[in-house]
T-cell receptor, first 112, second 111 residues
Framework: DTAVSQTPKYLVTQMGNDKSIKCEQN?????MYWYKQDSKKFLKIMFS???????INETVPNRFSPKSPDKAHLNLHINSLELGDSAVYFCASSHILADTQYFGPGTRLTVL | SQKIEQNSEALNIQEGKTATLTCNYT??????LQWYRQDPGRGPVFLLLIRENEKEKRKERLKVTFDTTLKQSLFHITASQPADSATYLC??????????FGAGTQVVVTP
């Protein structure tokens, strides 16, 4: 059983489009995250949710909107995609904030 | 500002030798430090967590030290194997409770 899963694994789209990435964890964790890893491989936190509530919101354009329908799911919706949004996006979960992170396989987003 | 520094150059090492990676930090007062491994095309995988009151932690062929005076952690892979080739990331909790990652050091173990 996959602990943290993301879909899709690859996403290729045109500038200006809107897209979503889905994440699910079956670890029973209370906290979930979205990270962005750019071309230089630097992993940076974007958002964190605890029990469906947003607790960390980094300096991310408001075109990015996370949604947590329940504590096992955290989706990321991106409006008006730009070239600079191209990166690998990782979902992660942990028991409590900043505890050991369990990462999903990543979604490689390419904006053309 | 808070900063985490890891060697940006890849560490090339011969099989069987010990690989030593460094993680230096500034303006953090971490209660603990974590190390992760990332393989190409995959998400990071947790390896070890060491607390501020622990000098050393071991897990199989891995050893981590944590010196809060020097503000440094060392990560050792003993008897390295080609399967150990990956990027290794250290991570610290910042003042706001967020986990921050270093840029990672790539390790290449050659037979």
């Amino acid at each position: 059983d996959t602990a943290v899963s993301q879909t899709p694994k690859y996403l290729v789209t045109q500038m200006g489009n809107d897209k979503s990435i889905k994440c699910e964890q079956n670890l029973g964790h209370d906290t979930m995250y979205w990270y962005k890893q750019d071309s230089k491989k630097f992993l940076k936190i974007m958002f964190s949710y605890n029990n469906k509530e947003l607790i960390i919101n980094e300096t991310v354009p408001n075109r990015f909107s996370p949604k947590s329908p329940d504590k096992a799911h955290l989706n990321l919706h991106i409006n008006s995609l730009e070239l600079g949004d191209s990166a690998v996006y990782f979902c992660a979960s942990s028991h409590i904030l900043a505890d050991t992170q369990y990462f999903g396989p990543g979604t490689r987003l390419t904006v053309l | 500002s808070q900063k985490i520094e890891q060697n940006s150059e890849a560490l090339n090492i011969q099989e069987g030798k010990t690989a030593t990676l460094t993680c230096n930090y500034t303006n953090y007062s971490p209660a603990y430090l974590q190390w992760y491994r990332q393989d190409p095309g995959r998400g990071p995988v947790f390896l070890l967590l060491i607390r501020e009151n622990e000098k050393e932690k071991r897990k199989e062929r891995l050893k981590v030290t944590f010196d809060t005076t020097l503000k440094q952690s060392l990560f050792h892979i003993t008897a390295s194997q080609p399967a150990d080739s990956a990027t290794y990331l250290c991570a610290l909790t910042d003042s706001w409770g967020k986990l921050q990652f270093g840029a990672g050091t790539q390790v290449v173990v050659t037979p």
